[in-house]
């Protein structure tokens, strides 16, 4: 997973290939002191741990993939999505400032994300309709 970059007249956008049946790529958005990644369709594992560190560095927020539960994601190995645990592990276990999970399981309904999220550490949230993030 080489990082790639495009130098834009008032930031930078780079990206690297991400784990997903058919190819993914992650970005990321460089660009008035601010930091912001993009992380979907991604199959997470601890192989990627390293670079996706040194790729989110000091991010203002990180938006990941978290279809599954980590019970869930036993069974859907290859399937190309990272699951909300990973997320939080991944969060608590380096310096970006905010994570938010999408890319919800279409069997997920809202009072059950909103069950959910209230086991979130600070920090962490849950994409939403019409959700505003000011960064």
């Known amino acids: ?70 019970d869930e994601q036993a069974s859907k190995a290859g399937w190309g999505h990272s699951s909300i645990e990973q997320g939080i592990d991944f969060y608590q276990n380096t310096d970006i400032k905010r994570l938010m999970i999408t890319h919800h399981a279409p069997f997920r309904h809202d009072d059950m994300l909103a069950k959910l999220e209230k086991k979130l550490p600070q920090g962490m949230i849950f994409a939403k309709d019409q959700l505003r993030i000011m960064l």
């Open 1 to 70: 997973m080489a990082v790639k970059n495009s130098m834009a007249r008032q930031g930078q956008l780079s990206w690297l290939k991400l784990q997903h049946p058919g190819g993914c790529y992650g970005y990321r958005i460089d660009a008035g002191g601010k930091r912001f990644c993009y992380l979907t369709d991604n199959e997470y594992d601890q192989g990627q741990f390293a670079q996706l560190v040194d790729f989110t560095a000091g991010a203002d927020l990180v938006i990941w993939d978290g279809m599954f539960t980590n």
